[in-house]
């Protein structure tokens, strides 16, 4: 090894669901939301170009403003950043600092290990039950933090408020983190709970039920200290995380509530449709409260299916890992196309 390649950090990066460069394919693997985000978007940036020569406002003012009236929360109580993983990475960097592991389950969404091991946080992964259910007692011990997926990826399951409660209640010496990107299609947000506990931040994304993952805007909600730790940690990183078009459209997404309480109807009708499809075919999976569903048949290897939609022209999420290497993660897409996905797989079956 030449002497300069050991000060390089050597990390296991995350690895995204795949992007097909096909076009005539059925792209399922990725929780992407399948409908467009409002049209409102389009008049907001029609007269807006000339703004790109400037550098965006550091505070996003017009974004925190919407978001606080809907979340009936205080400007200062918000956080905003490039997409959820910003949020929750900056939140790993600003909370995460004592010599204790931090928490999160053995079955979660899998950039939480890569922050713990990009930023040296020790770390322990408690195991999900046979029902992939949390244990909360699990969480009772010494740590230096916790990170919750409500509802959970891959598994869409989403816990009980009470438990999420629990958790936090009884580690009020550490910050809780609750990520709750699918909390939209029928979870519990553990936002009222900011009322009763001030070690608790609660984090949501525009990706999934708003449309607008190309966009990539995430926010954190929690206490004024808590917002101000994480601004202060971001004004020492990079002070111009949020670029123009984001901040003037996210705004405009959080305005059309009719819109986004529409789509999120018709994503859970669709999902509700297909998983009672699934099951006739011999399907199991938990009860999904996600934009997706997390798929296994006993007849059928996950990878055989996986691989088999593929060659439609079908793509679906397989994750070759301890407990869940039999199982596939579903996106749901729009009618038409859940109807092709439910043709192809009743002909595999």
């Given at each position: ?5 050991k ?5 296991t990066p995350?690895?995204?669901?795949e992007?097909p ?11 992407e939301n ?7 978007i ?6 807006q170009?000339e703004?790109?020569?400037?550098y ?16 009936e929360?205080?400007?200062d ?12 990475a900056m939140s ?6 004592s010599?204790?592991?931090i928490l ?10 890569v922050?713990?091991?990009l ?5 322990e992964?408690?195991a999900?039950?046979?029902n992939?259910?949390?244990?909360k007692?699990d ?5 230096g ?11 869409s399951i989403s816990?009980?408020?009470s ?9 009020q010496?550490?910050i809780?983190?609750?990520?709750e ?5 029928g ?6 709970l900011?009322?009763?506990?001030d070690n ?5 994304t525009f990706s999934k039920?708003?449309?607008?993952a190309?966009?990539r ?12 730790a ?5 004004e ?14 996210g ?8 819109y986004?309480?529409?789509?999120l109807?018709?994503?859970i ?14 399907f199991q999976?938990p ?7 997390f798929?296994t ?9 996986f ?5 439609e022209?079908i793509y679906v999420?397989?994750?070759?890992k301890p407990r ?8 749901i ?6 109807n ?5 797989v009743?002909?595999i079956?």
């Amino acid at each position: 090894m030449r002497a300069w390649e050991k000060n390089i950090r050597q990390v296991t990066p995350y690895v995204a669901g795949e992007q097909p460069k096909d076009l005539n394919k059925i792209k399922l693997n990725t929780n992407e939301n399948p409908y467009p985000p409002t049209k409102n978007i389009k008049d907001a940036l029609k007269h807006q170009s000339e703004m790109l020569r400037l550098y965006p406002d550091t505070e996003a003012t017009v974004l925190v403003e919407e978001l606080a009236k809907f979340y009936e929360l205080d400007k200062d109580q918000i956080f905003v950043g490039v997409g959820s993983d910003d949020v929750l990475a900056m939140s790993f960097l600003t909370f995460f600092n004592s010599d204790k592991p931090i928490l999160f389950p053995d079955i979660t969404y899998s950039f939480y290990d890569v922050w713990a091991n990009l930023y040296r946080i020790p770390y322990e992964r408690p195991a999900l039950d046979e029902n992939f259910h949390i244990r909360k007692e699990d969480y009772y011990k010494v740590n230096g933090g916790i990170v919750i997926a409500n509802p959970n990826a891959p598994t869409s399951i989403s816990e009980d408020l009470s438990v999420i409660e629990d958790i936090v209640a009884n580690n009020q010496d550490s910050i809780v983190i609750v990520d709750e990107a699918y909390v939209d299609f029928g979870g519990q947000s553990a936002l009222p709970l900011l009322k009763k506990y001030d070690n608790l931040v609660v984090v949501q994304t525009f990706s999934k039920s708003r449309s607008m993952a190309g966009m990539r805007i995430g926010f954190a909600m929690a206490n004024k200290e808590l917002i101000t730790a994480l601004k202060n940690v971001k004004e020492s990183y990079n002070s111009y995380t949020m670029n123009y078009p984001s901040i003037v459209c996210g705004a405009e997404a959080v305005k059309d509530k009719e819109y986004f309480y529409e789509t999120l109807d018709k994503i859970i009708a669709t999902r509700e449709r297909v998983k009672s499809e699934l099951i006739e075919f011999g399907f199991q999976m938990p009860d999904s409260k996600t934009n997706f569903l997390f798929i296994t048949h006993e007849k059928v290897a996950a990878k055989d299916l996986f691989d088999a939609l593929r060659k439609e022209h079908i793509y679906v999420r397989y994750f070759n890992k301890p407990r869940i290497s039999n199982y596939l993660r579903v996106s749901i897409g729009t009618d038409e196309e859940m109807n092709e996905f439910l043709r192809v797989v009743r002909n595999i079956v």
